[in-house]
């Protein structure tokens, strides 16, 4: 999957900016920092954060396809 993108002049954009059409996005809030990221995510899965001392460290995705 795709690395976290840090998502710029958050005060000045609305969630439905960061929509697109078919696709799941994960937005990750990360207080320690005061910013935010949009991280895609599985199409069939599940999507795991880890955090170290407040921080978010790695994400792990676990996904599979239908036949």
């Given amino acids: 999957m795709n690395r976290p993108e840090k998502i710029e002049n958050l005060h000045q954009l609305s969630v439905k900016d960061l929509m697109e059409d078919q696709k799941t996005k994960l937005i990750i ?3 320690s ?3 935010a990221y949009l ?3 599985p ?3 599940k999507t795991i954060i880890q955090t170290a001392n407040s921080k978010h460290t790695k994400l792990n995705y676990d996904y599979g396809f239908l036949p």
């Fill in 43 to 45: 199409e069939y899965g």
């Fill in 29 to 31: 809030l990360d207080g």
């Fill in 39 to 41: 991280v895609d995510t």
């Fill in 33 to 35: 920092s005061g910013s």
